[in-house]
């Protein structure tokens, strides 16, 4: 299976606090895709980081890129009680237009 | 800009009867993308449109899946006769290009519910 997987499958943190979401996958990509989505709705792109990127930043958002290790990470600074949501990391495949996705990290922040 | 929409949010219907779900992509987007997430599994690529040419239908798990997107616009996904483990959320998504730089918007989904 080409399919990624994901750690934690849920996190619960305080409100102020920073959230990292680890994600690894199997296949060869050319990037890798953070996409959230809150409960009941749509998938929203979050942040993209290409293969040949090692770290990149978004707001609060700081994503890295292990290729070696086939890994990536997402961290959320300064949690809100808005991002209190499902995140997904999902590769886009080498030689091929389809993302594979992780399971997903339930993520909840608690005021 | 509107986003990518996809209709029905919702649908219920019996195991044999047939659903045909739409999407409509980004204006401008000549990518098109459909994905499903059924219970408790990851979301799984189906098949991807460039225009009205099918590139890629790896994922698309049997010939009871239909999905066409005449004149490069919308697209529309059919399933004949549904089964039980149809069941999922399926999503559209679109790409204004290929290559490493392109996103890929998401639509809202569609829930199927196949009793």
């Known amino acids: 299976s080409q399919q990624g997987e994901e750690d934690p499958q849920a996190l619960s943190i305080q409100e102020g606090e920073n959230a990292t979401m680890n994600c690894s996958y199997k296949?060869?990509?050319?990037?890798l895709q953070w996409y959230r989505q809150n409960s009941g709705r749509g998938l929203v792109h979050l942040i993209l980081i290409r293969s040949n990127e090692r770290e990149k930043h978004s707001g609060r958002l700081r994503v890295t890129l292990d290729t070696s290790k086939k890994s990536s990470s997402l961290l959320i600074t300064a949690s809100r009680a808005a991002d209190t949501a499902s995140y997904f990391c999902a590769g886009k495949v080498q030689g091929a237009q389809k993302l594979v996705f992780g399971q997903g990290t339930r993520l909840t922040i608690n005021p | 800009e509107a986003g990518v929409t996809q209709f029905p949010s919702h649908s219920v219907i019996e195991k044999g009867q047939t659903v045909t779900l739409r999407c409509d992509p980004i204006s401008g987007h000549d990518n098109l993308y459909w994905y499903r997430r059924v219970m408790g599994k990851e979301i799984k690529f189906l098949l991807h449109?460039?225009?009205?040419?099918?590139?890629?239908e790896s994922g698309m798990p049997n010939n009871r899946f239909l999905a066409e997107r005449t004149g490069g616009t919308y697209s529309t996904l059919k399933v004949q006769p549904a089964e039980l483990e149809d069941s999922g959320v399926y999503f559209c998504a679109s790409s204004q290009g290929l290559g490493p730089n392109y996103e890929q918007y998401f639509g809202p989904g569609t829930r199927l519910t196949v009793t």
């Open positions: 296949t060869s990509i050319n990037n």
């Open positions: 449109f460039v225009k009205e040419s099918k590139q890629d």
